[in-house]
């Protein structure tokens, strides 16, 4: 009998709980590290593309993320009160986007996790990783393994401690992620993820998202240049000027809510040695096409499956990177496109520009949804 190859893996966010599941489905032994003493998703709502669903419906999590999550019929785009753009989205032969609370989403991913087999530890903080495969923890042990996934983040230690130079930009805007319930604001026009913007009196912007039952995500960009519109606690004044319509929502905010300035990494290489580097790590992007989770799953499990493709860890990190790393370049750059010029604020343009990674089947993920 051969031994059981073993991954050592560093963040249990949705890159490490992506990669956990799928190596621990293809008999590999698994141990994820959470820093935090709780597993627990930070931050408000999400968007999961067909790409992402397709991920999850691979790794066993898809039927725990689609009960609970929110299928919005459309979405729209209305600037200045015009509506610019109105997509049919979710019925036969239409894009699929789920919308759901983190906290949802990773629920199912650690429960996908711990079915594959996988040990997941808190109160775990990696401090860095050496080439040959040793992941090297805050208490002082080295785990040696076949592989070790640096899926820490964005402010990753384990990429940092291979030094692998990185390439980041800082935007102009950023968002308050805050989530609250939907009374009042259920039914109709109200159940459509919605895009508000509005030029003047200043420029701010409402991505509305239903989440749930009664889950109301608001991903509110302000100019960082904006410190009345930006500044925590939320001062819903600014905002409730520009979206009255919204202040049914806008005025039970209280001290929720977090305001993160967009940001991209971008790394020359995503392996050094046996140790790779998963997600946000190697290709943190701005939120526009709502893809880095997308794409931090879909790399978690293209890997996995490059590992059962190859002889060597070697080999299939060449091969991982090779098959993987093209569209989430493109979806990186193009995020950073829109990013820049706010040109979501003309109306989304549903075209493979912007929808190239939705439009993917992923590595590994071409089998029929379990229904
Ligand atoms: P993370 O989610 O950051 O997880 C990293 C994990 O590692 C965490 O649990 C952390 O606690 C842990 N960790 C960190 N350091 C250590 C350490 N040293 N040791 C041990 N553990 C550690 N993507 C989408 O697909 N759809 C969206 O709608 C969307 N909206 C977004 C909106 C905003 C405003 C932003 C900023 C991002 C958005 N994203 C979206 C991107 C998405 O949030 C990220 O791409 C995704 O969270 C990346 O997952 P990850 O597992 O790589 O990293
Ligand atoms: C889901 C999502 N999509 C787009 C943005 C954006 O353009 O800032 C933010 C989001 O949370």
Redo the contacts with the bound molecule.
Sequence with gaps: MTKKRHAEI???????LAAAAALGQRGWSVRV????SELRAF?A????WDN?LRVLNAIGAYLDVRNGAFAAPAYETRTDGKCLSFQAINGPGQYRLLTMTRQHLHAAMVKAALAAGAELVTS????GATPEGELLLADGSRLPADIVLG????????RDSLAIPQERNKYKDG?I?VLTDRTGLKGGEWDHVIDFWAHSPRTLRILYTPSGENDLYM?MMAPVADTEASSIPINPAPWIECFPQLAPALTRLGDRGRY?V?ETTKLPYWSVGRVAI????AH??P?TL???????ITNALGLAVALEETDTVEAALELWEKRERPLTDHTQRRAAEIAASRVLASGMKWDDEGLRAARHIPTGAAMPFVD
């Excluded at 983040?153 to 384990?158: I, L, T």
């Design positions: 560093a963040g249990a966010g949705f890159a490490g590290h959470e820093m935090n931050g709502g999400i968007f999961i992402g775990s903080e990696a401090v899926c820490d983040g964005v402010r990753s230690r384990v968002i992620r991903a993160d967009y998963v997600g946000d790590s943190a992007m939120p709502a893809q880095g989770a997308g794409c931090a």
